[in-house]
T-cell receptor
Framework: DGGITQSPKYLFRKEGQNVTLSCEQNLNHDAMYWYRQDPGQGLRLIYYSQIVNDFQKGDIAEGYSVSREKKESFPLTVTSAQKNPTAFYLC????????????FGSGTQLSVL | KNEVEQSPQNLTAQEGEFITINCSYSVGISALHWLQQHPGGGIVSLFMLSSGKKKHGRLIATINIQEKHSSLHITASHPRDSAVYICAVLGTSGSRLTFGEGTQLTVNP
């Protein structure tokens, strides 16, 4: 079955450490997104990519980096420059232009040790 | 003021009740999405609307473009409908969504 797989489900980061969240999709979607979800707030866009080898900053890109070397994969690195990384991170892919259907991964909860 | 406002923030209902969740937005849009987030965090897309009304099972979504307002209705609500319902609007540029804060729905048996 087609879908999006995020891993790990839970991740702990030590001070000064970079961590990478994985997102893989087999839906053949061009567009992929990373969102951050904090309690009581709407999802906020970190980065998005509409095509392989190209990506754009979202509203809260500082302290994060991404790559899009393959259509299926869009990993997110939370760098040590992100001073408040504790949050729930969601990866999504989309079909249609404009977006007609959104598919989300199951999310990664990142916490700071 | 947020670009996308949902009401109510929290809603508790008894099984069988008719439920309405509202979404108002302040920007021009090309489409509006309704999403459902269950405990554990996974999000499922329910509807995409650019005009009029859509129905899927017990769920009905409507949009009024002139009034910049959309509603999600659940008929004959059931405890398994308990979730956070999220409204998201797609700007006229086409590829970025702006999300509301969500409505936490609890349906008691």
């Amino acid at each position: 079955d087609g879908g999006i797989t995020q891993s790990p489900k839970y991740l702990f980061r030590k001070e000064g450490q970079n961590v990478t969240l994985s997102c893989e999709q087999n839906l053949n979607h061009d567009a992929m997104y990373w969102y951050r979800q904090d309690p009581g707030q709407g999802l906020r866009l970190i980065y998005y990519s509409q095509i392989v080898n190209d990506f754009q900053k979202g509203d809260i890109a500082e302290g994060y980096s991404v790559s899009r070397e393959k259509k299926e994969s869009f990993p997110l690195t939370v760098t040590s420059a992100q001073k408040n990384p504790t949050a729930f991170y969601l990866c999504a892919s989309a079909a249609g232009d404009p977006i007609e259907k959104l598919f989300f991964g199951s999310g990664t909860q990142l916490s700071v040790l | 003021k947020n670009e996308v406002e949902q009401s109510p923030q929290n809603l508790t209902a008894q099984e069988g009740e008719f439920i309405t969740i509202n979404c108002s937005y302040s920007v021009g849009i090309s489409a509006l999405h309704w999403l459902q987030q269950h405990p554990g965090g996974g999000i499922v897309s329910l509807f995409m609307l650019s005009s009029g009304k859509k129905k899927h099972g017990r769920l009905i979504a409507t949009i009024n473009i002139q009034e910049k307002h959309s509603s999600l209705h659940i008929t004959a609500s059931h405890p398994r409908d308990s979730a956070v319902y999220i409204c998201a609007v797609l700007g006229t540029s086409g590829s970025r969504l702006t999300f509301g804060e969500g409505t936490q729905l609890t349906v008691n048996p």
